[in-house]
Each structure stands twice: as structure tokens, then as C-alpha cells.
């Protein structure tokens, strides 16, 4: 899964199939985490949120999961079809702060197998 | 609406060349800000706007300035391209300071 920092990694998945896309965050003091999509050249796309106070949220066809212990986040996207191909971010932030401490998360490619 | 427009998409600059970015969205949102992209280090934000006429650094501010004369409008400067801001630059605005942020499409700007 991705990560601050890390190589961005890949992820093929077979059409119809439900995708796992993960993220490890740093600061344990982070309390929202966001996930968007970013497709070939067009601009990040605000998914799903979750506040820390959460473990799981559920959206149109996407899950996020939170799990403060391991200061993971997973997105699971259900059924997934081709315009899900895409390079998915994490972002976190801290309690206080908003947008102008977000930080983003190299981001994963998700790419949908016909 | 249009959401968030930005201009140009694309440019080519030489080293020590000025130019503007210009961002506008017509959500009425008063908060905006301006990313870059660079391959392997996500989004890093460069200046941002919690106001008309107020701006703010982000993480990586220098060699950039800003102005937010209108609240549609977030304006990214270059005074002295670099061939180190070679790079995507996003714009984005948002109605509060957390949530979901509006992204435009992106200007690729190339400094040789």
C-alpha cells in the first residue's frame, strides 16, 4: 500500500472484482483522512472522508476502513468497472488544522482488467 | 457550474522567464489554494487563501507569489522560473477550511 514517501505502487484487478488500495499514515496525531481519485490527466476528486472518531465509512460502492492502532487506511471499492482505473491518494491532517496541513500520500495506480 | 477553471493548461517557460497562473471557480467558496505534482511525492501545497485579499504559505511557497483580489480568482505568480518547477500545478477551492476540496484539470508548465 502507499505511503508518504514511498514509490507509487500499482494494483491490477480483474473487472466485476472488489478492490483493496491501502495507507499507512505517519503522525498518530492525525484525526481526518481523506481519499481521492485521480485520473489521467485530470485533477484529484474528493472520494470519501473519515474522522478518527470512525472506523468505518461507507459511501457508493466505496468502504474506508481506519485503524488507529497500526495507523492504517484502506478504500475498497465494490465491483469494480473500468472508469475506476485511476491513481487513488490518501491525505491526512491534523486536529486544528484543515486543508493547509493536509498532507497527501503518493498516491496508488488502480488499474481494471477487462 | 464550471467548478474550478484554470489557465493555461499547458506553457513552456526558459529559466528566469515570469509568468501567471490564473485559477477561478465559481462555487462561491472562500477558501483556495494552489498545489504542485511532482512523480513519487503526491500533492505539496504552495500558497493558499482563506479570504478575499488574505493569503497564506504553504509547504512550498518560495519562488512563488500569490494574490486573491477576487474571491473567484487565486492567481499564481512565477517571478524567475526555475527549470526545479518543472511540474503539474493544481488549483482547488473549498467552501470550508476541512472537507472536500475542488480540484481544477491541472497546468503542465515546463522550465527549460
Known amino acids: 500500500g502507499e505511503s508518504v514517501g514511498l514509490h507509487l505502487p500499482t494494483l491490477s484487478v480483474q473487472e466485476g472484482d472488489n478492490s483493496i488500495i491501502n495507507c499507512a499514515y505517519s503522525n498518530s496525531a492525525s484525526d481526518y483522512f481523506i481519499w481521492y481519485k485521480q485520473e489521467s490527466g485530470k485533477g484529484p476528486q474528493f472520494i470519501i472522508d473519515i474522522r478518527s472518531n470512525m472506523d468505518k465509512r461507507q459511501g457508493q460502492r466505496v468502504t474506508v476502513l481506519l485503524n488507529k492502532t497500526v495507523k492504517h487506511l484502506s478504500l475498497q471499492i465494490a465491483a469494480t468497472q473500468p472508469g475506476d482505473s485511476a491513481v487513488y491518494f490518501c491525505a491526512e491532517t491534523f486536529p486544528n488544522f484543515g486543508n493547509e496541513k493536509l498532507t497527501f500520500g503518493t498516491g496508488t495506480r488502480l488499474t481494471i482488467i477487462p | ?112
Open chain 2, 1 to 112: 457550474n464550471a467548478g474550478v477553471t484554470q489557465t493555461p493548461k499547458f506553457r513552456v517557460l526558459k529559466t528566469g522567464q515570469s509568468m501567471t497562473l490564473l485559477c477561478a471557480q465559481d462555487m462561491n467558496h472562500e477558501y483556495m489554494y494552489w498545489y504542485r505534482q511532482d512523480p513519487g511525492m503526491g500533492l505539496r501545497l504552495i500558497h493558499y487563501s482563506v479570504g478575499e485579499g488574505t493569503t497564506a504559505k504553504g509547504e512550498v511557497p518560495d519562488g512563488y507569489n500569490v494574490s486573491r483580489l477576487k474571491k473567484q480568482n487565486f492567481l499564481l505568480g512565477l517571478e524567475s522560473a526555475a527549470p526545479s518547477q518543472t511540474s503539474v500545478y493544481f488549483c482547488a477551492s473549498s467552501y470550508g477550511s476541512s472537507g472536500e476540496q475542488f480540484f481544477g484539470p491541472g497546468t503542465r508548465l515546463t522550465v527549460l
